[in-house]
C-alpha cells in the first residue's frame, strides 16, 4: 500500500473514531462505508489534506460537499439493510452517491448540474462502483422511470416537500430531505406507510438551495 493509502485510510479511521461514532453514528454498514469510501477522491487536487475533516467543502459550480457528519446521518436515518433501491437528488461530488452504493443494492442519483454530474460520474467509474446510475434533470420530480424506491435522499434544501418525491416511495419507504429557508433548514424523515405520510423532523442543518419546480424557483445564492 502506498503511503497516500496509508495516510487516507488513517485519516478515514480518524473520521469515523472522532466526528461519527461521538455523535451518535452506530449503523455498521455506514461506519463501514466511510472507512471504505475515499472522500479525498471527490474533493479536488488542492483540497485534499482537508478532505476528512469536520466541515463541508466547496466542490465548484458554487455547490458544496455535505460535512461527513451530515453525509452519515442523512444516510444512517435511511435505515438501509443492503437489498434497497435508493434515490438521491443532488449527486454534486458524487461522494455521497458512493456511500449510498456500499449500503444499498442500487442507487439512481440526479443532479441539475450537467458539468457536476460528469465529473462525478467518471469518478464513481474510476473508483470501480457499478450499482450506481446517472441522470442529468431537475431532481424535484424524481426519477419515475425507476420508481418505487425504499429510500429517497435529497441532499440540497428545499421550501417544502416535493409531492413527486413521496409519490416515489414504497410502502413504509423513508425520505430524508432538509426542509426550510433559503439559508437554514431542518432535516426531515418522511415515512410512507399506505395513505398516510408522517413527518419527523432529526436536526438543523445548513444546504445549498435545491432549485427546481418543485423547489426554489432559481438559485439566488
Ligand atoms: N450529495 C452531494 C452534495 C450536493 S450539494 C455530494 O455528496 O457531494 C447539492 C447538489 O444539489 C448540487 O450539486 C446542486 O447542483 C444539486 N441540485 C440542486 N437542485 C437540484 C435539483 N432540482 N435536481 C437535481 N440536483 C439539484
Known amino acids: 500500500m502506498s503511503d497516500t493509502k496509508d495516510k487516507c485510510a488513517a485519516a478515514r479511521e480518524m473520521m469515523v473514531a472522532r466526528q461519527l461514532i461521538p455523535r451518535g453514528i452506530t449503523d455498521p454498514r455506514v461506519l463501514s462505508a466511510f472507512r471504505r469510501v475515499p472522500r479525498h477522491r471527490f474533493v479536488g487536487g488542492q483540497l485534499n489534506h482537508s478532505a476528512y475533516e469536520d466541515h463541508p467543502l466547496p466542490i465548484g459550480e458554487g455547490q458544496t460537499i455535505s460535512q461527513p457528519y451530515m453525509v452519515a446521518c442523512m444516510t444512517q436515518c435511511l435505515q438501509l439493510a443492503g437489498g434497497e433501491r435508493v434515490?438521491?437528488?443532488?449527486?454534486?461530488?458524487?461522494?455521497?452517491?458512493?456511500?449510498?452504493?456500499?449500503?444499498?443494492?442500487?442507487?439512481?442519483?440526479?443532479?441539475?448540474?450537467?458539468?457536476?454530474?460528469?465529473?462525478?460520474?467518471?469518478?464513481?467509474?474510476?473508483?470501480?462502483?457499478?450499482?450506481v446510475r446517472f441522470l442529468t434533470a431537475d431532481g424535484t420530480e424524481g426519477w419515475p422511470e425507476h420508481?418505487?424506491?425504499?429510500?429517497?435522499?435529497?441532499?440540497?434544501?428545499a421550501p417544502q416537500i416535493p409531492k413527486p418525491l413521496v409519490e416515489q416511495l414504497t410502502p413504509g419507504g423513508r425520505l430524508v430531505i432538509p426542509v426550510g429557508g433559503g439559508w437554514s433548514q431542518e432535516l426531515m424523515v418522511v415515512r410512507r406507510e399506505g395513505d398516510a405520510v408522517t413527518e419527523e423532523p432529526v436536526c438543523g442543518c445548513v444546504f445549498v438551495p435545491l432549485v427546481g419546480k418543485f423547489g426554489w424557483k432559481e438559485d439566488r445564492r
Open 87 to 131: 434515490l438521491e437528488i443532488g449527486t454534486g461530488s458524487g461522494y455521497q452517491a458512493a456511500i449510498l452504493a456500499e449500503c444499498a443494492r442500487e442507487v439512481y442519483t440526479v443532479e441539475r448540474v450537467p458539468a457536476l454530474a460528469k465529473k462525478a460520474e467518471a469518478i464513481l467509474g474510476e473508483l470501480g462502483y457499478t450499482n
Open 147 to 157: 420508481a418505487p424506491y425504499e429510500g429517497i435522499i435529497v441532499t440540497a434544501g
